[in-house]
C-alpha cells in the first residue's frame, strides 16, 4: 500500500480536496438552481393569481396555467445558466426528458392543489396558495433538482478522465472513463 506517512497523507488530502470540491460544484448548481425557480416561483405565483383573481379560472387549470408557463422560463434559466456546461449534443433528448420530469413535478404541484381545494375544502385564496405555492411547488421542485440533475442536463466527464476520442457517454464511454480511472490510479505510486 504506502511505504510512508506522508504517502498516506497526501493520498488523504487529496481525497479531501476532490470530495471538497465536488460539494462546492453541487453547492453553486443548487444556487443557481434555486435562483432559476425563485424567478419561476414568482412567475408561477403571478400567473397563477392573475388566473384565479382576475381572470376567474378555476384553481387546477390556473395552476397548470402558470405552472407550464414557470416550467418554460425554467428550462431557459436552467438550460443557459444552470447547466450550461451539459452536453449539448442531444437536446431533442434534452428537452423530452425536461417535459417529461417537469410534467411529473406539475403533477405533484396541481395534485397537492387540488387536494387540498376539492379533497379537504381548504377554498381560501390563501389556502390555495400555501397548497400550490408552498407544499406542491416544494416537493415539485425536490423532484426536478433530482431528475434534472441526474437524467436531463448531464454533466460532460471531466477533461482528465475521458482519453482523447473516447465517447462521454454510453457504455463506450463508460469503460473508457473507468479504465481511465484505473490507468490514473496504476500510474501513482505505490
Known sequence: MWHTAEQRSQTITMGARRMGSRLQRLAGEAAKFGTVGAFGFLVNFVVFNLCVQVFGLAVVRSGVIATVIAIGTNYVGNRHWTYRRADKNRRSRELTLFLLFSGMGLLLENGVLA???????????????????????????????????TW?????????TVPAGAEPFGAAGATAVVGARSRNRADRPQ
Open 115 to 149: 387536494l387540498s381545494h376539492y379533497g379537504f375544502g381548504f377554498t381560501s385564496t390563501l389556502a390555495d396558495n400555501v397548497a400550490k405555492n408552498i407544499v406542491g411547488l416544494g416537493l415539485g421542485t425536490v423532484f426536478r433538482f433530482w431528475s434534472y440533475r
Open 152 to 160: 436531463v442536463f448531464r454533466a460532460l466527464p471531466l477533461p482528465d
